[in-house]
């Protein structure tokens, strides 16, 4: 039997492209090429690239949660993990202040996410650049993704490009209404968003997953089909 389900989390089989319908549009401009540029409260900004292939790679199997409510069980994927990019990369090139604790992210789409460095440290975080046996599609992050397993999805940014470190959390300007995005989102808890019940906010966007589905498909396949005719 498959392993039980977070609360108010429906199961699916496949993982679709999925996002912000304001985002379903817009593509990462170089989903080849990866570039990290690590900013904020730092000693020094820096950018890693060919730096992470000497971490060492790791796989995992986890479950994905978006926080409309639908859940995909087992994806493997592969990459470096959160904290080994920490501490042998951004910590000796970067030098962020000790008390820089809220992390910014930003995608080549311009899609932003937050998390807490604590959260982000744990074990299972990893910066992936393969899903599934096969390297990122643009449709689950290419060039390099964030997977953070305990959070709702809209914390696992595809085709990261920045990091920032910061010691307050005004720095981030979320990507739509604030409400939308909890400060720590941890799928075990329900924390869909901010000042509204978990419940509520899993039923108010259950009936909009068919259609924002449906548009990321739809954007992928049209880009797909303008960039095989350049
Ligand atoms: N850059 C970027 N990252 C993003 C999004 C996005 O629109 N752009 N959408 C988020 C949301 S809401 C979800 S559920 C997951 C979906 O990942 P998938 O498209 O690989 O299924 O990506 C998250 N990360
Ligand atoms: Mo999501």
């Known amino acids: 039997m498959a392993p039980s389900l977070p609360p108010g989390q429906k199961r699916r089989e496949n993982m679709p492209r999925f996002g912000m319908t304001q985002y379903a549009n817009r593509f990462p401009h170089s989903p080849d090429k ?4 690590i900013k904020g409260d730092v000693a020094q ?3 890693v690239d060919k730096q992470l292939l000497t971490l060492p790679r790791v796989s995992q199997v986890s479950d994905f949660h ?4 639908w859940s995909v069980q087992g994806l493997s994927w592969s990459g470096f993990r959160f ?14 202040s000790d008390d820089a604790k809220f992390v910014v992210l930003v995608a080549q789409d311009g899609y932003r996410s937050s998390l807490l460095l604590d959260d982000l440290l744990n074990a299972d975080v990893l910066l992936a650049d ?10 689950h ?14 914390k696992s940014i595809k085709h990261l490009q920045s990091l920032g470190f910061y010691r307050d959390s005004f ?12 400060p ?9 968003g901010r000042g509204l019940p978990g419940w509520f906010l899993r039923f108010l966007y259950r009936p909009m997953i068919g259609s924002a589905e449906k548009l990321s498909r739809d954007r992928l396949a049209a880009y797909e089909r303008r960039s095989n005719r350049a």
């Open 130 to 139: 393969r899903l599934n046996g096969r390297p990122l599609s643009i449709a």
């Open 141 to 154: 992050g290419a060039p390099l993704r964030l997977v953070a397993p305990r959070h709702y999805g809209y």
């Open 34 to 37: 990866v570039s990290l540029s």
């Open 171 to 182: 720095e981030f300007k979320p990507w739509y209404l604030r409400w939308m995005v909890h």
């Open 66 to 69: 978006c926080v409309t409510s």
């Open 45 to 47: 900004s820096v950018s």
């Open 184 to 192: 720590r989102g941890r799928v075990a808890r329900e924390e869909r």
């Open 83 to 96: 904290a080994d990019v920490y501490e042998q990369l951004i910590r000796p090139m970067a030098n962020p």
